[in-house]
């Protein structure tokens, strides 16, 4: 089992302890710290501003929203902080949500699939410098095509300037449902994992089974990651924990997605939370902040956390190391944490 400091998005402005997290993590010898945005901070230029007093540890995108780019822009992004960084960067991917996607960039949701696929085929080519980089696919035709609305007429195919220091810089993808799991076992190189539950465990590697038995898939089982988020936490009074991170749980669940589609909320479905799904998202809904929160049960903040003395979180760890979890990204927010979790893996 690797460590991973998950560091996620900003709030209300940046993570005042990140550098002295990130030190930490790389004294202690974690395998990466990644970054995430939503609809404020961005991904990148906090990685690439932090990542710049790091020598040894990996810098990952977890995630870097689709949306928010055009995969020859992510592609150019990847490849300047893997040079900057010697060779370290992984790409994280994901689609986000109807809400944010059409809400925030402008964009239509539809078909997130096929758009995934897309996406990092021509960030793969990019990465590749075999030829000027063309795209016939619906998504993200390059060039532009002469007859569409709009269009000079003058667009020309093209291959980065800048060599990429690895073409097969590894791409990470973030997925929840069966589907798009799938999909990320046939064509990425790891999988994060978002609410990773050990109920679950089973389902997600039929899932990934599945990808992994597709014609051209890249990866076999043996060489693939997976990397969950878990918030893990070392302590004597359980129930204080869960209290913690109940309000994140309501969120997720009933916040962060429409009532028509949520993908965190048909996750927490899948793990046998219907009805208070439901309940939750009705609240939240309504306004109701406070009564979603209360109406968490217990039992579903603990399901995706690793909780309890340091024995019994070694124990737990030592589970999901056996369900198929090769990394799990912590979200530890100081550095006595970070050092203490690093003597339990």
Known sequence: MKLGLQLGYWGQGPIDNAPALIAAAEDVGFEAVFTAESWGSDAYTPLAWWGAATERIKLGTSVAQLSARPPTSLAMHALT??????????????????????????????????????????????????????????????????????????????????????????????????????????????????????????????????????????????????????????????SAAIERYRPSTALYVGGMGAKEKNFHAELYRRMGYGDAVDEIGA??????????????PDEMVRETMIVGTADEVRAQIKQWEAAGVSMLLVTARDTDTIRQLATLV
């Open 81 to 238: 902080l893997d040079h900057l960084s010697g060779g370290r960067h992984i790409v994280g991917l994901g689609v986000s949500g109807p809400q944010v996607v059409e809400g925030w960039y402008g964009q239509p949701f539809t078909k997130p699939l096929a758009r995934t696929r897309e996406y990092v085929q021509v960030v793969r080519d990019v990465l590749a410098r075999e030829a000027p980089v063309r795209n016939a696919g619906q998504h993200y035709p390059l060039p532009y095509p002469a007859q569409a609305p709009g269009s000079s007429g003058l667009g020309k195919s093209l291959k980065p300037i800048t060599h990429p220091l690895r073409a097969d810089l590894p791409i990470w993808l973030g997925a929840e449902g069966p589907r798009n799991v799938a999909q990320t076992a046939e064509i990425a190189d790891g999988w994060l994992a978002i609410f990773y539950s050990l109920r679950l465990a089973d389902q997600y590697e039929e899932w990934l089974a599945e990808g992994f038995a597709r014609s051209g898939a890249r990866r076999t089982r043996d060489d693939f990651e997976v990397a969950a988020t878990a918030q893990v936490v070392i302590t004597d009074d359980v």
């Open 283 to 296: 609240l939240f809904r309504a306004g109701k902040k406070a009564e979603a929160m209360a109406a968490v």
